[in-house]
């Protein structure tokens, strides 16, 4: 048997319950793993409140995990192995799981399950947005709203680590802070001055070279008005859930590059495995490179209380449930 948390009506962080039920069965080339840690996502808000891609209820949430091999029918993760879970689709918010062997990857030595539980959402996300998408590289401004959030904090190190310099965005001075220290070059407060314009004193009208939307609404439409000529853009999320008003004249005259990013949808047309980024993201984990920044843990009865501290806006980097 194990424990596991549903939704079965949208709404408010109550609507979520835990459950007891009995295992999965064991496929073929699949792992048993009994889960340390599960990663939280803005994701699994939106799938709570019916906002994610037309999902309906039962919803089970959680899209990352963590923990040990208790059975293996894989040659390739015997009993006994460490694995990080980045593509399985069955619901992570739960005490025990099966996966199989092309949605895990082993965790590298000296990298500690809730390390690991932070990594795949945000850091694929940022990574794929930054490394793939815009080409991030040294000659590079990158803008970064929501620096402190999960992916935020990820996208600050990766755009450090491939050189660049960094305009974070947030709001309040200690999130700003945490920003400096994973190596952002320039901070705003844009609940104190006005984004576009902090950007026009910063590039002295000149502009960034790259935008990453971690935020949509009116943020999409002020990184379009400071983008400058041949800027490159990825858009990954709207977790203000309003409309972007934008005006084509802050992008066309600049041969503007606009990506947009969904993971989900990108895995599921056969056109991305996160497996190779996920093993070398990990690998810089391992080295030093990168540090995954926990905000805070919660038991797993306690995923309520989870939501309720990730929707306030709070959180510097990322929340996990320890099952």
């Known amino acids: 048997m194990r424990h ?5 009506a949208f709404g ?6 835990l459950t007891e039920e009995p295992g999965l069965p064991l496929a073929e080339s699949s792992v048993r793993v009994e889960l340390k840690a599960v990663g939280i996502n803005r994701a699994d808000v939106l799938q709570r409140i019916g906002a994610y891609h037309g999902m309906k209820p039962p919803v089970r949430p959680g899209l990352e995990g963590a923990g040990i091999v208790t059975e293996s029918n894989s040659a390739e993760y015997p009993v006994g192995s460490n694995v990080l879970i980045f593509a399985n689709r069955t619901g992570l918010y739960t005490t025990e799981t099966v996966a199989h062997e092309k949605e895990i990857c082993p965790i590298p030595s000296g990298v500690t ?6 990594l795949p959402v945000n ?3 940022a990574w794929y947005c930054l490394v793939r998408l815009i080409r991030l590289d040294e000659n590079d401004l990158v803008l970064i709203p929501a620096a402190a959030s999960g992916v935020g904090t990820a996208a600050v190190q990766i755009a450090r680590d491939r050189g660049a310099k960094i305009i974070a965005a947030a709001s309040s001075a200690e999130k700003l802070e945490l920003a400096r220290k994973l190596g952002a070059t320039y901070t705003v407060n844009y609940k104190e001055i006005n984004l576009v314009e902090a950007v026009r004193d910063i590039t002295d009208g000149k502009g960034v070279s790259a935008f990453l939307d971690t935020v949509g609404g009116q943020t999409f439409a002020d990184g379009l008005k400071s983008l400058g000529a041949f800027g490159r853009v990825a858009a990954l999320a709207n977790v203000t859930l309003e409309n972007s008003l ?10 503007a590059e606009i990506h947009g990013f ?10 991305y495995h996160p497996g190779a980024d996920m093993r070398e993201i990990l690998a810089k984990v391992a080295d030093g490179t990168f540090s995954p920044v926990i905000a805070k843990k919660f038991a797993l009865k306690d995923a309520p ?4 501290f990730l929707e306030d806006r709070g959180a510097e980097g990322k929340v996990l449930l320890i099952p």
């Open 123 to 125: 850091w694929i996300t």
């Open 305 to 308: 209380a989870a939501h309720r």
């Open 262 to 271: 969904q993971m989900g949808q990108l895995m599921a047309s056969g056109r």
């Open 4 to 8: 596991s948390v549903i939704i079965e």
């Open 246 to 255: 934008i005006n084509t004249r802050d992008f066309y005259p600049k041969n």
């Open 12 to 17: 408010e962080p109550e609507v979520m319950h």
């Open 113 to 118: 399950f809730e390390q690991a539980a932070a």
